[in-house]
């Protein structure tokens, strides 16, 4: 199998500059006078409706009927079952402008009305208070703290003898660029933020955190066998010899994920888009993380501490 001969610690530098220029260019679109953030009424509060119908409606000819009896900021989306036997649009209004049971009757009335050819049913309606979407939004960030700090004390067990604590920050520094990146993908793509997006974030500090074990798997075995040898130099031999490793599974993990991005760009599944699209960029971010950022702030923090202790 091909080694590959990369100085990964001059390497860092300009990998840290590309995930700075993502992170700028995701931070300008987050404002609100940008695209801000799409939040799902799981965090932010506010009422999903779907309606069925059959046929073809213009998106301008929903708007029509919904404003006159929203007079409030909406969405409007569509999506088709796989199978194709049934079409849904989706009206979305956030925060403090939940829809009544009331209105969203009338609504509804006056859409099978307009529609009546369409045969436009109510599909499914679904309304959360901003006070229950908070407490939503708080435990799932309590899930991922959780995690977080599962992963640091996991990590510095295993590598205890090769500095455990200081190489769990290190992959906990690369965990956190994965999880700024996918949030920033949902930004500058627009899509919403919901509980799928735990999920991703979820899979994606397992997923990035099996890389960074492997290297440092890696690093520990070879230190044993060069006791001597200069840690960026260890880092280097290390990560070149599992590279090949690593890619092949990155890119496999990403096709697979592909298939669903081109799924649900076909039939308008927006559940799956708002899954699949940051879950790909994560992976990625994931494997470039874990051979270009872990390892040499890893030998950047050696490197400190044993000219602290000279």
């Known amino acids: 199998m091909r080694e590959f001969k990369i100085d990964f610690n001059k390497a860092l530098k300009p990998t840290l500059i590309i995930y700075g220029i993502i992170f700028l260019v995701g931070i300008i679109l987050a404002m609100p006078f940008a695209f801000g953030i799409n939040l799902d009424i799981n965090f932010s509060g506010g009422t999903k409706i779907s309606y069925s119908y059959t046929g073809d409606i213009k998106d301008a000819d929903i708007k029509t009927v ?58 499914n309606s679904n309304s959360v208070s901003p006070t229950i979407a908070g407490a939503f939004f708080l435990k799932s960030l309590v899930a991922v703290i959780i ?15 090769i ?34 997006y735990i999920a991703v974030i979820l899979t994606i500090l397992g997923y990035s955190l099996n890389d960074t074990i492997v290297i440092y798997d890696r690093i520990r075995e070879n230190s044993r066998l060069n006791p001597q040898m200069e840690i960026g130099q260890l880092v280097n031999m ?10 092949v599974t990155t890119v496999t993990t990403i096709l697979a994920v592909l298939t669903i991005v081109v799924v649900s760009e076909l039939y308008g599944l927006t ?37 602290k202790q000279k």
């Open 66 to 123: 919904v404003d006159e009896h929203i007079k409030k900021d909406y969405s409007l989306t569509k999506s088709t079952a796989l199978a194709g036997d049934t079409k849904t649009f989706e009206l979305a209004l956030s925060g403090k402008s939940a829809l009544s049971a009331e209105a969203q009757e009338k609504l509804g009335a006056a859409l099978s009305e307009k529609f009546a050819e369409n045969e436009v049913a109510i599909y």
């Open 147 to 161: 995690t977080a700090i599962l992963v640091v004390i996991y990590v510095g067990f295993r590598f205890r003898k």
């Open 163 to 196: 500095g455990g604590i200081s190489a769990a920050l290190t992959a906990l520094c690369a965990l956190v660029f994965d999880i700024l990146v996918t949030f920033f993908v949902c930004v500058i793509f627009r899509l919403q933020i919901d509980s799928n």
């Open 238 to 247: 290390s990560v070149n010899k599992v590279m090949i490793r690593n890619i």
């Open 271 to 307: 559940s799956l888009r708002t899954f699949a699209i940051p879950m790909a960029f994560g992976l990625l971010s994931g494997s470039i993380s874990s051979i270009f950022v872990s390892g040499p702030v890893w030998v950047i923090w050696k490197r400190y501490r044993a000219s």
